[in-house]
């Protein structure tokens, strides 16, 4: 099929994953159209564009509807608060954008009879009860707590892409994406790599919540990206579980920090947040199977090419890490 000239929307262009998707997306080719309204990105992450003839950018809300005049190939909607941090501070922004704005695109990509892709999240799992995920496990969700709002609005997400797939028969494709870290994101974004990355590098202690027996599973940036574009080509509606399935404690993930970016930092325990997930980790059978896709970067080699984007910010006196109070 030919790309040149083919043209796609991402919502959340301006964030951490939009931006890399950006970049993908142009060098295979294609015009696009990046939307944002910087409630949780940076204008920095689309400097290097500036000029680039083939991206076009719109600040605007997603949660109201949304016109183009232009044909389009695919809507891909990553806008959303996903920082923990960020989705607690913004909890009715998260819900709207989760909903409302999912449903805007679903209209945009219907109209324009384009592809359409949800990133959605592990979060759908919750909690999880069965270990490690796959995409045919309900999850485990407190929808009163409070990750409900980003929780329930990326189920509610998932539901209406299937809704207008069986309704209207439009081409939609849901990623469930796993715990992704790399250069452009924020410091003060209150995920784990980048507050602990951030602590290191300022010899600040490293806020470790709970005991630090959580697990999670880390994937890299360019490996999510890839597996990404590998699902917005497929015919595979999903949902496929994309993210990294080499799980760590998040004590050891304190400790591989350190070592990485040879701090003395020490660790410091603080409160586990309410609904903290005990473990979580992809089985990325399905990702394998029909994408033919695995991540290659292990967390050492993607911490390894992440710290520098940490210390130059640092070293610009730009960064300060977040903590969940
Ligand atoms: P991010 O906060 O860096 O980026 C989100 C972007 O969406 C920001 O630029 C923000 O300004 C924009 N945005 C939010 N609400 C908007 C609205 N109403 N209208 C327009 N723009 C809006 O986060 P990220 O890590 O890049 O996450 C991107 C997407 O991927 C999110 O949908 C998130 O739920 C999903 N995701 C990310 C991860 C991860 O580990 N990074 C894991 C699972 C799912
Ligand atoms: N976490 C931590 N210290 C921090 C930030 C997070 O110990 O400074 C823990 C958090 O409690 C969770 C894990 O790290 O168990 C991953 O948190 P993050 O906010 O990155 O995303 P989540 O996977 O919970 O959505």
């Known amino acids: ?17 939009g931006s890399h998707l950006v970049d993908r997306f142009l060098a295979e080719g294609y015009r696009v159209i990046g939307v944002d309204n910087f409630v949780t990105g940076r ?6 564009l500036e000029g680039n003839r ?38 009715i922004q998260t819900l709207k954008v989760g909903s409302l704005g999912t449903h805007n695109m679903l209209g945009l990509a219907k109209a324009k009879g384009a592809r359409f892709l949800l990133a959605s999240t592990s979060e759908v799992y ?6 490690p995920q796959p995409e045919t496990y309900w999850g485990h969700v407190n929808p009163v707590g409070p990750r409900g709002v980003y929780d329930e609005a990326k189920r509610f997400a998932e539901a209406m892409t299937m809704a207008y797939q069986r309704t209207h ?26 507050n602990f990355i951030v602590q290191a590098l300022q010899g600040k202690p490293i806020t470790v919540y709970g005991d630090g027996s959580q697990t999670r599973s880390f994937c890299f940036v360019d490996d ?13 509606p999903g949902p496929v579980n994309l993210g990294n399935p ?7 993930l304190a400790r591989t920090v350190i070592e990485e970016t040879g701090s003395t930092s020490k660790i410091e325990r603080r409160p586990l947040p309410e609904d903290d997930p005990q473990v979580r980790c992809p089985d990325i059978s399905r990702a394998r199977s029909a994408l033919s896709w695995e991540p290659g970067v292990s967390l050492r080699e993607g911490l390894r090419r992440t710290i520098p984007h940490f210390r130059r910010l640092v070293e610009e006196g730009e960064a300060q890490a977040r903590n969940l109070s």
């Open 126 to 131: 919750g909690d999880p009860q069965e270990h």
């Open 43 to 48: 204008k920095e992450n689309l400097a290097h």
């Open 246 to 252: 080499d799980e760590f404690t998040i004590q050891e």
């Open 1 to 17: 099929m030919k790309i040149r000239g083919l043209r796609i929307v991402i919502t959340g262009a301006a964030g951490f994953l």
């Open 169 to 194: 028969g439009t081409r939609t494709r849901i990623a469930r994406i796993f715990n992704t870290y790399g250069p452009r994101m924020r410091p003060a974004d209150g995920r784990v790599v980048s």
């Open 224 to 236: 999510l990206v890839e597996g990404l574009y590998r699902l917005y080509r497929s015919d595979h």
């Open 54 to 91: 083939f991206f076009s950018f719109v600040e605007y809300d997603v949660s109201l509807p949304l016109y183009f005049a232009d044909d389009l190939d695919g809507v891909l909607h990553f806008a959303s608060p996903a920082s923990p941090a960020d989705y607690l501070d913004l909890p």
